[in-house]
């Protein structure tokens, strides 16, 4: 997956930003070793000592700089993934809204479900009372290509038949011998 590179000029002063922070550490190390060092010059030890704190002040100002910096670009990164993940995110929509249109919507189940008795009811669920319940035969051609919608009962589960698609225990069938293969799994 390519990276996105919509933040170029955050990026870009983040980089200038950096190279002046390390300078800045640089230079303040660099000062007050220095300092440290001049002590039998003709400086009174006042002045050494203002130009080391100041030289130290400013070195951890560099790394308090750099720090944020570093912050500021783990904040573009964070966008910048994020904007792959919904770009994923959708294109998954997509897929599975079309799946879903064809009737070609792949076999999903919740296995954390708690298996339920043998009765009608299907995860809590009980059918409306003006949803016609059939019961399940092996060779009804009708059924098996799925153009009455409704209710089936196998193996004491009801099967929701819609559009040809086949709803068991909150999962998503393609064909009713899928749901039914479920169903006996089950027992």
Do not use: C
Not at 85 to 90: E, S, T, Y
Not at 141 to 170: A, H, N, Q, R, S
């Amino acid at each position: 997956m390519s990276k996105m590179r919509s933040y170029g000029a955050a990026r870009g002063l983040y980089s200038l930003l950096a190279l002046i922070a390390w300078s800045m550490i640089g230079i303040g190390v660099f000062a007050a070793v220095t300092s440290l060092g001049s002590t039998n010059s003709y400086l009174p030890k006042t002045i050494i000592i203002a130009f080391f704190f100041a030289s130290t002040a400013l070195a951890i100002f560099g790394l308090f700089l750099l720090a944020n910096i570093q912050n500021g670009r783990a904040a573009v990164d964070t966008a910048e993934y994020t904007q792959q993940m919904l770009k994923i995110a959708r294109d998954q929509l997509a897929v599975s809204r079309e799946a879903l249109k064809g009737g070609m919507a792949p076999e999903m189940s919740f296995d954390t479900k708690p298996d339920l008795d043998s009765s009608t009811k299907t995860a809590g669920y009980t059918p409306p009372e003006n949803k016609q319940i059939a019961e399940v035969h092996e060779n009804d051609p009708e059924v098996e290509k799925g153009d009455k919608d409704g209710f089936l009962e196998y193996g004491g589960k009801m099967i929701e038949v819609k559009g040809g698609t086949y709803f068991l225990d909150g999962a998503i069938f393609t064909s009713l011998e899928k749901a039914r293969a479920k169903i006996e799994k089950k027992r």
